[in-house]
DNA sequence: CAAAAAAGTTGACCTATGGTAATAAACTAC
DNA sequence: GTAGTTTATTACCATAGGTCAACTTTTTTG
């Protein structure tokens, strides 16, 4: 499969594209591999590019003052990925991103987006709904931990993402739910003695 | 003023439009004013609007299985506020909006918002861009949450809303810190002490 | 301005989750 | 497959924040 039927077809399957357009696209985007446990982004570095997992499974984590960790989200398959305030600012990562599951992304910076956005405008519509849909699903997150336990957080965790458990380690659930690992543990055997 | 000018100085005062433009946007919108104590909207409502806080304060909060209110967002002058979730996806409102100091709103309905980028795209990157500051303040807030003490979280609550104490009750901010207002009490009281 | 209602504070006690540490289980690499 | 490392579990105690209830202060209303 070409990069080219690649972009349109994974990326932007609800779409369609004239020519010209199909080139513009292809140009804007690149292909990479990420392996197992490598970090494609590091706190404290610019952040030019935002990524579209095809394969594999990331996180997003932030290290708070004391050392611990926090994830912020997961990207599996079909999700997009990046230090999302850094990217909207050209501004320096506060955020990690590891490779969590052998990984293929497409990757496009900032500039080629204002461009695409300029030449497509289906394509601004398209990430305006994007953003419309994390924003709707992050302030959802605040509601859930503001009002649920961490056994009801956890329950739903392993709803909305039924496959992710085999991928990850258990400290990367606690940290997303804002528990400690030892918690999660004796979260999970309550649940299992039910 | 006239509504024109209001809508044109006041919501859309960096961008600038041709007279065409100018009264498609008006026509748009609508004014209105709202008492101190009423609600804007009620949880179960279908969503059609989204309102543009003029002047005065208002929440969006949602009410727990439990009965408890957790706070989403506070509106202050020259910010937008809905329940977002409903109103992308024109269903029913999961959350209460309440006015907390007499407000003047300007309100546009989702499919008036929809024309609207067609005919004006810049105004489709203007909203884009809300977007993404809106993303990136609700994911430093669910860090924020993870990672902070209920003390550090209002501390930084008061930093980012200098001039909302006044307004609201005790109540409206332990419910946007997600504490009670006992807790909040005791931590002011230690906060004086210091 | 007085009475009533609402909001805020305080205290005693409780509970969910955190911290530390030891142990067990699961991977990883030779 | 064994040794070494990483990850997960368990136990024990500590603590932040919740709950319930009484009391005080502030705001609202007639």
Chains 1, 2 share one sequence.
Not at 37 to 61: I, M, P
Request: charge should be neutral; include cysteine.
């Amino acid at each position: 499969m070409t990069l080219e039927t690649e972009v349109v077809t994974t990326i932007f399957k609800d779409l369609s594209f004239n020519p010209e357009e199909i080139q513009l696209l292809v140009r804007s985007f690149e292909k990479l591999h990420l392996p197992k446990n490598s970090l494609l982004l590091e706190a404290g570095q610019y952040v030019h590019d935002q990524y579209y997992v095809a394969e594999g499974c990331l996180r997003t984590y932030y290290i708070a003052p004391d050392g611990k960790e926090h994830t912020v989200q997961f990207a599996i398959s079909d999700w997009w990925i990046s230090d999302y305030t850094a990217f909207f600012n050209s501004s320096k990562a506060l955020m990690h991103i590891e490779c969590i599951q052998e990984a293929t992304l497409y990757k496009i910076s900032k500039n080629d987006m204002e461009s695409l956005y300029q030449a497509i405008p289906q394509l601004e519509s398209y990430f305006r709904k994007k953003m419309e849909r994390s924003f709707a699903s992050f302030q959802k997150r605040i509601i859930a931990n503001l009002s649920q336990s961490a056994t009801k957080r956890y329950l739903s965790f392993i709803q909305t993402y039924p496959n992710i458990e085999q991928n990850v380690k258990n400290y990367h659930i606690a940290s997303y739910l804002g528990i400690t690992t030892q918690s999660l543990s004796r979260i999970r055997k309550e649940l299992v003695q039910e």
